[in-house]
């Protein structure tokens, strides 16, 4: 079946200005993820979502960097003002209520000029 | 320091060769354990998981786990070119919890 989706795959935009990354999880997983990896690093967590409510949302870095998942299915993470070092690859990964596999898409790469 | 430590390598071995790679951890509140392979450009793909002490076998990926002295490793045998990636271990607390990572190891296998 089909897996995590996310869109676009690359974005390159400009500092200052505000950006949308989408996340389309796997049909029926109620939990989705969003991990932020720089280059050479290992993903690190950003928010988790049950259903539509943030379950955990720790690892937003600051106040700029907001999610949403209005319906339960599909993500959106924003990010206002972007910085240069917001540059990273933006993962999404999905699991099934109380399963421990989270399964990963194939990531949107930011580029912030 | 990280919560979860991986050496960067790169890790370059020959085809057919045992690739042996390994985190160690920090916190004890970890109670499974991932492995995950990264090709460039892509995103992570599971590879195997565990929970408890002791040896996972699938296929050609043998996962250990030594929650005693917190470390956990993952051996390939018989290393294909089509292995080389980096590969990522991930603990976390409990099942819908986030997963935390190591830096990841980047493996190369010659032909």
């Known amino acids: 079946g089909a897996g995590v989706s996310q869109t676009p795959s690359n974005k390159v935009t400009e500092k200052g200005k505000y950006v949308e990354l989408r996340c389309d999880p796997i049909?029926?997983?109620?939990?989705l993820y969003w991990y932020r990896q720089s280059l050479g690093q290992g993903p690190e967590f950003l928010i988790y979502f049950q259903g539509t409510g943030a379950a955990d949302d720790s690892g937003l870095p600051n106040d700029r960097f907001f999610a949403v998942r209005p319906e339960g299915s599909v993500s959106t993470l924003k990010i206002q003002r972007t910085e240069r070092g917001d540059s990273a690859v933006y993962l999404c990964?999905?699991?099934?209520?109380?399963?421990?596999?989270?399964?990963f898409g194939p990531g949107t790469r930011l580029l912030v000029l | 320091q990280k919560e979860v430590e991986q050496d960067p390598g790169p890790l370059s071995v020959p085809e057919g060769a045992i690739v042996s790679l390994n985190c160690t951890y920090s916190n004890s509140a970890f109670q499974y354990f991932m492995w995950y392979r990264q090709y460039s450009r892509k995103g992570p793909e599971l590879l195997m998981y565990t929970y408890s002490s002791g040896n996972k076998e699938d296929g050609r990926f043998t996962a250990q786990v030594d929650k005693s002295s917190k470390y956990i490793s993952l051996f390939i045998r018989d290393s294909q070119p089509s292995d080389s990636a980096t590969y990522l271990c991930a603990t976390g607390r409990a099942a819908g919890n986030k997963l935390t990572f190591g830096g990841g190891t980047r493996v190369l296998v010659k032909p």
């Open positions: 049909s029926g997983h109620t939990a």
């Open positions: 990964a999905s699991s099934l209520e109380r399963q421990e596999t989270q399964y």
